[in-house]
């Protein structure tokens, strides 16, 4: 077991000009994107209640979609119909909708994956400490990570690669949680939103970035903003 795990995460310091529009989140959306499985009860870690947290030290909340979007080195997929889209995706994205978590995943065949909206409790019960140190005794390898569940709605019906069959509808709703690998883009989008001083709902152009490395390849997916029509 890692003791030096912390149960509390820092401040971002991206936040401070968004937090008015994370704050306007009220409702937790419900469900899950991911699989996550029941937190041990045997840790001795003891739960402590968390207050609500903004952008800046990741916010509350879970989302509900039509469809969730995922994404290869070969491009992006719609889970639903398990498809490649063609192209990139035209969505906007409410910043004070997204549900910003801590993640953790462990084991393989399958992966399981535990989130903390608080950074004080496991979302399926327990501390978040208890869920850290389950998963570090599956993978001792094993840290969280800042992750975020992001819901979409389609600006422009999605198509598949033929460019024949239509995958999702404009005005239906897409939802994507990121990978370890994803929040730099979505902390250098959050901070081009800061900058530009964007809040509430923002017109985004979804791509696609190849990655490989000592043979293994992936994708990431990347948040371009776009003014809108």
Known sequence: MDTNVATTTPVDPIAA???AATAAAQAHLANQAQAVAPVSQTSTAVVTPGRPLGYDDL?????????????????LILTTERLLVGGDILVDI?????AHCRAIKFGSNPVTYLKSYDGATCATGGSWQGAIERAQRVD???RDYPSADIPMTVVKAVMDVSGKKELAAAGSTLGHTLAT???AHWKSFMEGCRAAGVSGVVRV???V???SKNGNNWGLITFTRVAAA
């Open 17 to 19: 000009a968004i937090a």
């Open 59 to 75: 916010a509350t909340g879970s989302i509900s979609v039509d469809q969730w979007l995922s994404v290869k080195e070969h491009g």
């Open 94 to 98: 409410n910043l004070s909708a997204v």
């Open 140 to 142: 001792p390898k094993a």
């Open 181 to 183: 690998t994803n929040w």
């Open 205 to 207: 152009q979804l791509g």
């Open 209 to 211: 970035e190849r990655k």
